[in-house]
């Protein structure tokens, strides 16, 4: 039934539209702060410092291993890449929870951020917005109704069914 309203109502799309807002502008702003701040971003001393202080459970063992194995062999090795993939993908996941455009795809991107920074220990405001986050996805296009998302969707749509035609036509053939 909530979900029913979530994915449906008129209503649901104007509250979903101000947490859309909320939460854009959250992560528009830590973008764009880490694309013109001062200095450069620099992932290295965060990577780092979460590779050599995992998060541990209450009997000290480590308590997201994989992620902490990502880390070491994936992260830290390739800082450099992180560095442009963290706040381009904060910046891009602001813009379009803000503009209402491929909005899902946006909610899936930042609720993996703050997953990541979740377990590296770092709270802060990670848990209201992935609470934000799994609200807007659940409610699919209903999120983006308000939004680009009225346009674009249908317009993807019905590119890519008449790209499936035309592929189809020719695999026939």
Known sequence: MFNKFLRENKIAAGILTILRLYLGYGFLTAGWEKLTGPKPFDATGFLMGVTH?????????????????????????????????????????????ILGCLTTAAAFFGLVMNFSYVMAGVVSSNPLDILFG?????????AGRIGLDRWALPFIRKYTAKRNNTETVIQKA
């Open 53 to 97: 202080n995992p998060v541990l459970s209450p009997v000290k063992a480590i308590e997201y291993p994989t992620y902490l194995a990502f880390l070491k062999e994936f992260a830290l090795p390739n800082a450099h890449l992180f560095n442009t993939i963290v706040p381009m993908g904060e910046f891009l996941v602001g813009l379009g929870l």
């Open 134 to 142: 799994v609200i807007i996805l659940a409610a699919g296009y209903n």
